[in-house]
């Protein structure tokens, strides 16, 4: 079955950096868009960053561009979310997923456990 593991999550304090990593298996990984997700506490579950199957694409939400990075290398099967200039409202439950190709914002049915990310002030 298909599994995602996100691992990198932790506690930093604002303005630092961090790197999420999400290890996938069950799934020819190379061939899929993937994207992260966040979810604070009390809040829906929302998109952050997607990427094409390829690199070739790549989708922001308004609130990390310009300080969230995603890549893969499909060779290891494996998706990052590199993350600078942290602000304590980017503290949330993060999570790896396989997304729409043509959107990479929709998610399209696979999820990760989620890792917490907590950014003190």
């Known amino acids: 079955q298909v599994q995602l593991v996100e691992s990198g999550g932790g506690l930093v304090q604002a303005g630092g950096s961090l790197r999420l990593s999400c290890v996938a298996s069950?799934?020819?990984?190379?061939?899929?868009?993937m994207g992260w997700f966040r979810q604070a506490l009390g809040k829906e579950r929302e998109f952050a960053a997607g990427?094409?199957?390829?690199?070739?694409?790549?989708s922001y939400a308004d609130s990390v561009k310009g300080r969230f990075t995603i890549s893969r290398d499909n060779a290891k099967n494996t998706l990052y979310l590199q993350m600078n200039s942290l602000k304590p409202e980017d503290t949330a439950v993060y999570y790896c997923?396989?997304?729409?190709?043509?959107?990479?914002?929709?998610?399209?049915?696979?999820w990760g456990q989620g890792i917490q990310v907590i950014v003190s002030s």
């Open positions: 990427m094409s199957w390829n690199s070739g694409r790549t």
């Open positions: 997923a396989t997304v729409q190709s043509w959107t990479l914002a929709v998610p399209s049915g696979s």
């Open positions: 069950g799934l020819p990984f190379s061939s899929y868009a």
